[in-house]
């Protein structure tokens, strides 16, 4: 698996969420909604979920083991703080 694009949504308000992230898998398939989340430890990823009917958030798609899940939120991260040097108008 490779990760053949990023694309980062800065986020210009306050708070913990600082951005809103899409990343494509071997050109063929896109996992929209991963957040950069401001945690207590630095910045982490958050993968796209959805609150379900007792209140608690599911994961819709995250990796399988630790080791993805490192090479994605490493390649995220890596995305954002590239994002931060740039001028693009934030969301």
Do not use: C, W
């Not at 990343?23 to 982490?44: A, M, N, P, S, Y």
């Amino acid at each position: 698996m490779n990760i053949t694009d990023v694309h980062v949504r800065k986020i210009s308000h306050e708070g913990k969420m600082k951005a809103v992230v899409s990343i494509t898998l071997d050109d063929v398939f896109v996992v929209h909604d991963i957040k950069v989340i401001d945690g207590e430890k630095g910045l982490f990823i958050a993968m796209p979920s959805k609150k379900t009917a007792d209140g608690e958030y599911r994961d819709i798609a995250h990796p399988i083991n630790s080791a993805t899940r490192q090479i994605i939120q490493t390649t995220i991260l890596r995305a954002y703080e590239d994002a931060l040097s740039t001028e693009e108008p934030e969301v």
